[in-house]
Nanobody
């Protein structure tokens, strides 16, 4: 059973930066998994923010974070990162990383594929406020 651990959240002022990390607590090799970052705000549906396939299809971002967020893998650390810059108050939420085994059946984000992510971390809080 893949166990994921997020870290790197915190309180930051608008315009600031954070880097979130998603690591495998169970020792599994994340290279074989498609990894997605999602965020949850109370009262709203969970939103897919970005994803990186194990192979094949392209990295994706939700429109609201394009140009500000960057997802990447560090194979030597077996970790997936989400670099966030120019943060806005509307980026506030609990950020979760999630994994699905292998490449996605198509794009790594979307109404159908979002339901295929089976392993989830515990989440890390990101608060953007002055």
């Amino acid at each position: 059973q893949l166990q994921l651990v997020e870290s790197g959240g915190g309180l930051v002022q608008p315009g600031g930066s954070l880097m979130l990390s998603c690591a495998a607590a169970s020792g599994s090799n994340l290279d074989y998994y498609t990894i997605g970052w999602f965020r949850q705000v109370p009262g709203k549906e969970r939103e897919a923010v970005s994803c990186i396939p194990s192979r094949g299809y392209s990295i994706m971002y939700v429109d609201s974070v394009k140009g500000r967020f960057t997802i990447s893998r560090d194979k030597s650390k077996n970790t997936v990162f989400l670099q966030m810059i120019s943060l806005k108050p509307e980026d506030t939420g609990v950020y979760y990383c999630a994994a699905l085994w292998g490449p996605p059946p198509g794009n790594c984000m979307g109404p159908v594929v979002n339901g295929l992510y089976r392993s989830w971390g515990q989440g890390t809080q990101v608060t953007v406020s002055s």
